[in-house]
């Protein structure tokens, strides 16, 4: 690769993450599906004027921010740089709330607007002004240049930037070098090596587990339908401590819940859950950029295992894959579509853990997500907004595949399947753990029990009953 002097001077290709986005962006130019979009509400802001300076600030340090994509000689190719004053655009509210339908309806307005990828910036920054004291920062980002984690990072750069605390990743650890990396992976044995790994560890899954009864196509990129429910902070805590006793990660849990409740519905004993991992070494944990992928990770759920031994068993497939996550979920589709196999999987669960309260020097933020990208099938995001509060389970869904009623009961049964895991003993089997609470249990008996025959109170046994019979 040549040394890089002047960051706009040569075309750099896709890193793989990039590709997978791309891919699936193309067969649907127009959607506004993989727009990335937060917002983050500050009340006691008192200095506009030094927010727009930072949001300048962090957007001239976040290398992927000036990504530009162009053809080159036919391949799609991407351009960092140059550097370019952001435009912050400005709205006026006077005196509404930030849950006013007018506020709302421009959130979804700015977030249902598509890039134009080949013609223009990646990104949309602006601020709604509610009062004096009150005022919203929304950025809309294409994923091809922004992850979940790249978001994070952004926004308390910005943070940073106002409380006059910011401190420098080094170079070797930010976007520049992670494509580097990326495209010396594409070029190694390792890339093969991995698929030939991912090929043999999934030749068995034969179903992608979906819960969806629709026998519609899903056609292009759908932006996401949502359900939500909170989970006391005391109950997500115990599901924590409880998956890093038994597997030793945090979200080992949150895929055995899942992989559950699949398992249940669909019958199938051996199936794959997604999660997203974020693709970056621990140096370049403050990197903004796109390097997030799926990873499936199967599972074999049998109802005679202990709880503690299938969390034990997801624990011991999540470290297993890890070892070989930069191979993108998109190749291990054409590598088993090849071999006339379909998709591996159809359900993510996602959990998403930072900060969302965020100060600005005596101001107080609240980050709020409106968007993180296309659903194909179901993905449970789960927000740990790293304070006392509730925690937010939401069940996003491909509006093609499913209702909004079906999904509210998805994630209510999901919700009593947590519930069962958490009353459970370590020793409990895992067929015991319930998808229905004891009263909808009993009514959903009641309805299947058919009518009430009523006996002759004077035949008390069996020879007498068969007599009854046979004498009508």
Known sequence: MPHLVDKTSFALPLTLAQQNVWLHQSLDPHSPAYNFTQYIVIENLHDVERLKESIRKAYEVCDSLHTHFKYDDFNLCQFIGPNVTPLIEEHFFPNLDPKNPAVINLLAEIDSTAFNLLDGECFRFGLIHLNENVHIFYWSIHHLIVDGKGSEVFIHTVAAFFNRNYTPIEPKNGWLEIIKRDLNYQKSSSLIE???????RLKHISSSGSLSTSKQL???????????????????????DTSRQFSGSSIAGFILLASIYVSKLTQLTSACIGVPVSGRSKEQANAVGMTTGILP????INGSDS??????????????????????????IQSRRLHNLGDPLSFV??????????????ATGIVFTQNTGPVFDLVLQIFDKSDDGDVEFRLEFN???????????????????????????????????????????????AQSAGPVQLLDAT??????????????
Not at 194 to 200: G, K, L, R, Y
Not at 297 to 300: M, S, T
Not at 349 to 362: A, C, E, P, R, V
């Open 399 to 445: 509006p093609d595949l499913y209702e909004q009623s079906e999904v509210d009961g998805h994630l209510f049964r999901i919700s009593q399947l947590l519930n069962s895991m958490l009353s459970a003993t370590p020793h409990s089997l895992v067929s015991t753990l319930a998808l229905v609470d004891p009263v909808e249990r009993a009514a959903l008996i």
């Open 349 to 362: 669960t996602n959990l998403q853990k930072y900060k969302h309260h965020i100060q600005f020097g005596n």
């Open 307 to 332: 709880l503690e031994k299938a969390m034990k068993d997801v624990g011991n497939q999540l470290r297993e894959g890890l070892s070989h996550s930069q191979f993108p979920l998109n190749r291990i």
């Open 218 to 240: 899903s056609l292009g990129l759908k932006k996401a339908g949502k359900s939500s429910i909170y989970v006391s902070r005391h109950c997500f805590d115990q599901l924590i």
């Open 297 to 300: 990770v199967p599972f074999a």
């Open 194 to 200: 991995d698929e030939a790994f991912w090929f043999n």
């Open 459 to 472: 035949l008390t046994n069996l020879p007498d009953l068969f007599a009854a019979q046979v004498a009508r």
